[in-house]
């Protein structure tokens, strides 16, 4: 695969990451503002999730973003060092097909 076709792809889904990461800190933003000014004991609601419930899922899909990136960003050190391609187990080359759908792959088909 071309070094440079790759790497456009790997900023690509950093800006995904990051728009996807901007979005939940708003939306976490908007729960605690919304939180302080009720007077709502969502925490005894029979009716729906807790403010807290919706905070943790907001925590968790950030969680997800930020693995994205620091899966982006060591892609981007094996492509620097010239290992990009090459399965972290067996050292075999990556199929090029298996690192269209997945840029970040570490591994080929037979060790994933």
Partial sequence: ??????????EELRAEALGRLDGLRASKTDLVDAARDSNVDDEHDPEGATIAFERAQVDALADDVAKRLAEIDAAERRLDDGTYGL??????????????????????????
């Fill in 87 to 112: 399965c972290a187990v067996g050292g075999e080359p990556i199929d090029d097909a298996r690192l269209m759908a997945r840029p970040t792959a570490t591994t080929c088909v037979a060790h994933a």
């Fill in 1 to 10: 695969m071309d070094p440079a076709e790759v790497r456009s792809r790997l």
